[in-house]
């Protein structure tokens, strides 16, 4: 395979920054979440809409791809019982590790885990009582250098209920204030259904039951998959160039209705936020990889740079069909993998003509994902949104992006 192309792996982060005042940092949504205001940037032209007009303003016969993964209450905050506070944030399943698995099992699972105050916790186990009495305790597990928490209870609740009652809404760290009830509501999709992410995909919070409907009536169609956002998405580049930076893994699934719809749509492909891009974007690349090596053993993953070594590349429908293949040999009808595909200036998308997506941070692999698709002008947008009242980050408003 090629070596890594070196105008990528140059890029230097220091030219995706832009000042973004904390005033700007949406604390919550606007309400109605349609209400929010939309940039629409297409073909290089600007102009101010807001979410309620996206019908219209949609090419003819869109298909929209969702995200529909679920934001679960991953911070655990614990007590010693000398009184010192530990606070376990939950990061993905480790035993049993399909997160369908973990949320249904009794008595006892393990998870990675983030953990604060990690010094003041060895080995002694640590509970944490809930409403209804139930005990939840935790036990630190070391496991190949990382932090694996053993978490057990003797309730009848399977974990997934267990843990609506434990935790907190993982809100993003640069709100800087502490989760709200309102923040249960608010940072949750209206059509998320795969419980696992432990951030949200913000994207898709603009959406209510009744846009949906009306981009429906408009003669568009939706099409959902799931991607498990990890907390990965929030942490900075710190290399001063891409090609030092790791990216992070996360879990993706795809029904065959969605790879059947993303292969014979005959209209536009517009993803519904940057984690519904990388997954479609990941379907090409699971199907490159299929049709160079038709038996590759489970689990199926994207490495982060395979897009930049890649020589020859198939056709979108050639890789979307080695994906139905492969479900068929499976005995299967949902695509399960990984990705860590990183989406920067150099990429050529295979798959999406377009994205919707709120405002992202300074130097962050987001905007640079956002830079693939507008090049340079993505600083121009940026600008017009700070001059012209736009809210940023996770809560703020969105853009319509269309190349």
């Known amino acids: 395979m090629p070596a ?3 105008q990528v792996a140059n890029l230097q982060m ?23 205001k939309l940039l629409v940037w297409e073909k290089g032209e600007l102009h101010d ?12 016969s869109s298909l929209l791809i969702l995200n529909d993964t679920k934001v679960i209450h991953a911070r655990l905050e614990f007590r010693k019982p000398q009184g010192g506070r530990v606070e376990i944030f939950l990061l993905e399943p480790h035993s049993p590790s399909s ?14 885990c983030l953990i604060g105050n990690a010094k003041r916790w060895r080995t002694d186990p640590i509970a944490l009582t809930l409403p209804d009495g139930t005990v939840l305790q935790a036990a630190r597990v070391e496991h190949e250098g990382a932090d694996v928490v053993e978490l057990s209870w003797a309730s009848p609740l399977p974990f997934g209920q267990l843990l609506q009652q434990a935790g907190a809404i993982p809100i993003p760290p640069y709100l800087k204030r502490d989760a709200k009830p309102e923040d249960s509501v608010w940072y949750q999709t209206v059509f998320a259904r795969a419980s696992g992410s432990v951030a949200a995909p913000t994207a898709g919070l603009h959406f209510s039951d009744a846009l949906l409907q009306s981009i429906a009536n408009a003669g568009h169609t939706l099409g959902y998959s799931t991607l498990h956002v990890g907390a990965g998405t929030f942490l900075p580049v710190k290399s001063p160039c891409i090609g030092g930076h790791a990216m992070h893994r996360e879990s993706i699934s795809v029904p065959r209705a969605t790879i059947l719809k993303l292969l014979e749509h005959p209209g536009p492909i517009i993803p519904v936020g940057t984690t519904a891009l990388r997954t479609i974007e990941s379907l090409y690349w699971i199907g490159y990889q299929l049709l ?12 982060q740079w395979l897009p930049y070594k890649a020589g020859d590349t198939p056709t979108p429908q050639r890789a979307l069909e080695a994906l139905l293949s492969y479900l068929d040999s499976a005995h299967t009808d949902t695509l399960h993998a990984t990705t860590n595909l990183l989406i920067a200036p150099g990429y050529t998308p295979r798959i999406a003509h377009g994205l919707i997506t709120n405002f992202h941070q300074p130097e962050s692999t987001l905007l640079l994902l956002v830079a693939c698709l507008m090049g340079t ?12 009242g736009y809210r940023f980050l996770s809560y703020g408003d969105g853009m ?3 190349p």
């Open 99 to 112: 997160y369908e698995e973990s949320f249904s099992a009794l008595h006892s699972c393990a998870w990675r």
């Open 4 to 6: 890594l192309q070196p």
């Open 377 to 388: 002008d993505w600083r121009r947008a940026y600008q017009h949104a700070l001059e012209h």
């Open 14 to 36: 220091a030219d995706f920054t832009y000042p973004l005042p904390p005033e700007r940092i949406a604390q919550q949504p606007v309400e109605p979440r349609e209400a929010a």
């Open 400 to 402: 319509l992006i269309l």
């Open 292 to 303: 160079n090596a038709p038996q590759p053993p489970p689990p199926l993953g994207v490495e």
């Open 49 to 60: 809409a807001h979410f309620t007009d996206l019908p219209s303003l949609l090419p003819p």
